[in-house]
């Protein structure tokens, strides 16, 4: 049992869900949409991560519950909007449709009680004019610690083989400092083309990385992830934003549950598991997407190209 009361906003917004994927947080997700409600409920992307689900089945029954329970929050009034990531772009071949009354788009306009009009996108369309990879931003945290032990038996075992000194703390670390580098890039480029297209703002999620910033008159909000974070973006009544960091119930171990009893059950699209799909909608954004004209930092088209898919 959780203490949280039911709280209503007027939007909600959540990305980086990843269900599929062992890392997702599904339980306190949950935890979190019965405990709230909104007008209007924006799924900023990977929600769904067809990516993994492509390699190896992972399904638990929470995540099928995540399914039903926003399709429940659609039935009961909530104008729930879909805006497809990377890593759920197989949804973007339902742009302009709708799976159980959930409006897919492929980006959107919100405008907020106090008429700031914002840029709903995922955002991996930027991935194109910034370089370094994204995952490296918890990646590196985590590893760091674990460099340190790791580091010192990689270089006992080095001096045996005759091998000189490296430094797996120091290298990771750099790592850890692209990746900072990677964010303000990113949060940089996106607020540029809100200004570009003349928005007041932009709300985001892609490099699990919850933040609300100004700069210049433009309002960069990114509403973070329910792997590690477990943040929502949430419009009050008077339309002023906020982060909350959802504090979950006590965990409960879900057990696996075997892929033959769950299919039947699952909700969701074939193309899913189209290995098509995901290449296809790459291609197709490469070709689509006008980035902003290349910066100093940024110029190098051709790198740009080859970065990682976050
Ligand atoms: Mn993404």
Known sequence: MSEHP????????????????KGC?????????KHTESD?????????????????????????????????KCRQGTRVIYVPGNHDSFARHYVEQNFGGIEVVEETEHVTADGRRLWILH???????????PWLAYVGDHLYTVALTFNMWLNNARARMGLGYW?????????VKNAVSYISAFEDAVMQEARKNNYDGVV?????????????????????DWVESMTALVEHED???????????????????????????VVMPQQAEDPIAEPVARVAREQEADPPAPTEETGKEEDARSVIQA
């Open 123 to 133: 955002g991996d369309r930027f991935d194109g004019v910034v370089q370094f990879a």
């Open 239 to 265: 339309g002023s934003l906020h982060i909350v960091t959802w504090t979950p119930p006590t965990v409960v171990r879900e057990k696996k549950t075997r892929r033959s009893r769950l299919r039947g059950a």
């Open 167 to 175: 430094s797996l703390s120091q290298y990771l670390k750099q790592k």
């Open 40 to 72: 209007t409920l924006y799924l900023v992307g990977d929600i769904i991560d067809g990516w993994q689900l492509k390699g190896k089945w992972f399904w638990p029954q929470s995540h099928n519950d995540v399914i039903q329970k926003l399709l429940r």
């Open 25 to 33: 947080q599904a339980t306190a997700l949950l935890d979190f949409l």
């Open 204 to 224: 985001c999620g892609h490099i699990h990385k919850a933040e609300i910033r100004e700069v210049d008159g433009i309002l960069y909000c990114n509403d973070g």
């Open 6 to 21: 039911t709280t209503h906003y007027r939007t909600i917004w959540i990305s980086d869900v990843h269900l599929g994927t």
